[in-house]
């Protein structure tokens, strides 16, 4: 026996999901307009329907689904050229948006990908066995960082992140290593241009640039999720 599991979707109009799923290098194999709104976009193995509802509303949706994939840094970089030939920019708030490719707690590497329709695809690459979430660091720091990752990438609430990292920058602890200051003011950055605060994005990008200048070349290579991640935002 063989079996396999394809979601279906809903959105409010299919003609824009459809437009941004083809700009992400999808083929739309079914368009039906009656008696029902339904299509199905196709790209390799990935296989996702949607059904259209008027009176649905995207900017509510908590639709979701995951894709599996054995090369996620690839099919991120594949999506952001698609997205950027289409609409002439990587779109990263609002709706639709692209996140940013990275590792998490819970034994995966994956990016956040929300369509015209509010339905939130994961994508990830398992890269280790235990996928159970790894406890909160103990280290003051650490365990702001790792709290704030989960709600800008897991939860996609960067205004519950920035406050995390707000208080930890605020914090009489520390100072944190140079490598944990560079992770916190990069994603404080990234945070700040999805809330739309063009000027803390920059003086937070200004100050994460500062310290990236003085880590050694090891220190950068542990850092390169967020030196890309810092890259994009000036894309």
Do not use: W
């Not at 437009?19 to 790209?43: C, D, I, M, W």
């Amino acid at each position: 026996m063989v079996e396999s599991t394809v979601p279906i979707l809903p959105c409010q109009s299919l003609a824009p999901v459809l437009e941004f799923y083809t700009a992400l290098g999808f083929e739309v194999t079914l368009h039906q307009k009656s008696p029902n709104p339904y299509a199905v976009v196709q790209r390799g193995g990935i296989q996702l329907h949607f059904f259209g509802m008027k009176q649905y509303d995207p900017g509510a949706s908590y639709s979701t689904c995951l894709v599996r994939t054995d090369d996620v840094d690839a099919l991120h970089a594949a999506f952001q050229d698609g997205l950027r030939s289409a609409y002439g920019r990587v779109p990263t708030r609002g709706l639709p948006r692209l996140g940013p490719v990275g590792d998490t707690s819970h034994g995966v590497r994956q990016f956040l990908m929300t369509d015209p329709g509010g339905n939130c695809v994961r994508i990830c690459q398992p890269i280790r066995a235990d996928q159970r979430h790894r406890p909160s660091p103990e280290e003051p720091f650490a365990k702001a960082l790792h709290h704030a990752a989960l709600f800008a990438d897991s939860k996609e609430d960067p205004a519950a992140a920035a406050r995390v990292l707000d208080r930890a920058l605020e914090s009489p602890d520390g100072p944190p290593t140079p490598v944990l200051l560079f992770r916190i003011l990069a994603l404080r950055a990234d945070l700040a241009h999805r809330l739309a605060d063009g000027v803390s994005a920059e003086a937070y990008t200004r100050r994460a640039d500062a310290v990236a200048a003085e880590l050694t070349t090891e220190e950068r290579e542990s850092v390169r999720d967020e030196l890309k991640r810092l890259a994009d935002l000036l894309v």
